[in-house]
């Protein structure tokens, strides 16, 4: 039986999987979170082996959590279930440790697929992201992109677009405000930019926030 661990700060979603997730054989739902705070202590209390988990969560994004809990808990497998643009987190969230990424446009039958994939041990991707590779320009100008950016730095400037500081940013990432005026400064290196705003709106235009 895989236990598994629903984090996701939409009720519905969280409503909606449990209820895909409860009629299949050898899956068995044993906790439902919204935040990203909240996995550590329920990991430590709990037997679980899989996490399906959002990246957007309040308190703390979903692949911060999802580098922390793998330093904890190796043996726990992670499938990141977003809305965010694939072509562009799917490589963020495998490099922290996620075995899939699948995305909330997918259908019941695929989050099916992607949930037994996981559990046997492979990595899972969608059919949708490999033909965003092979058949879209602006998909493959962002992801030249992207591959210019650490996942750390991919953190930082998620957190920098939803307007936190140097400060609180440090906090979240476990970091000192040093190293995150560091990947500021490559980050506006990488994205051709001076300041803040400039860096925000790039990251935008290319789908990186």
């Given at each position: 039986?895989?236990?598994?661990?629903?984090?996701?700060?939409?009720?519905?979603?969280?409503?909606?999987?449990?209820?895909?997730?409860?009629?299949?054989?050898?899956?068995?739902?044993?906790?439902?979170?919204?935040?990203?705070?909240?996995?550590?202590?329920?990991?430590?209390?709990?037997?679980?082996?899989?996490?399906?988990?959002?990246?957007?969560?309040?308190?703390?994004?979903?692949?911060?959590?999802l580098?922390?809990?793998?330093?904890?808990?190796?043996?726990?497998?992670?499938?990141?279930?977003?809305?965010?643009?694939?072509?562009?987190?799917?490589?963020?969230?495998?490099?922290?440790?996620?075995?899939g990424?699948?995305?909330?446009?997918?259908?019941?039958?695929?989050?099916?697929?992607?949930?037994?994939?996981?559990?046997?041990?492979?990595?899972?991707?969608?059919?949708?992201?490999?033909?965003?590779?092979?058949?879209?320009?602006?998909?493959?100008?962002?992801?030249?992109?992207?591959?210019?950016?650490?996942?750390?730095?991919?953190?930082?400037l998620?957190?920098?677009?939803?307007?936190?500081?140097?400060?609180?940013?440090a906090?979240?990432?476990?970091?000192?405000?040093?190293?995150?005026?560091?990947y500021?400064?490559?980050?506006?290196?990488?994205?051709?930019?001076?300041?803040?705003?400039?860096?925000?709106h790039?990251?935008?235009?290319?789908?990186l926030?």
């Amino acid at each position: 039986m895989t236990n598994v661990l629903i984090v996701d700060n939409h009720p519905v979603v969280r409503e909606g999987l449990t209820s895909i997730i409860n009629n299949l054989s050898g899956f068995k739902i044993i906790g439902a979170l919204g935040s990203g705070v909240q996995i550590f202590d329920f990991v430590r209390n709990y037997a679980v082996d899989l996490i399906i988990s959002e990246i957007d969560l309040p308190e703390l994004n979903g692949i911060t959590a999802l580098r922390a809990i793998k330093k904890e808990h190796k043996s726990i497998k992670i499938l990141m279930f977003s809305n965010q643009p694939e072509e562009i987190y799917a490589i963020s969230t495998l490099k922290a440790g996620a075995s899939g990424y699948l995305s909330k446009n997918a259908g019941k039958e695929e989050i099916i697929v992607a949930l037994g994939t996981v559990v046997s041990g492979d990595v899972y991707l969608s059919e949708k992201m490999d033909k965003h590779y092979k058949y879209t320009d602006t998909s493959k100008s962002r992801t030249r992109l992207f591959k210019k950016l650490s996942t750390r730095e991919v953190e930082v400037l998620k957190l920098l677009s939803v307007g936190k500081k140097n400060k609180h940013i440090a906090e979240e990432l476990a970091i000192n405000e040093k190293t995150v005026s560091t990947y500021k400064a490559r980050l506006f290196k990488k994205l051709n930019v001076n300041n803040v705003i400039d860096l925000v709106h790039q990251a935008k235009h290319h789908d990186l926030a």
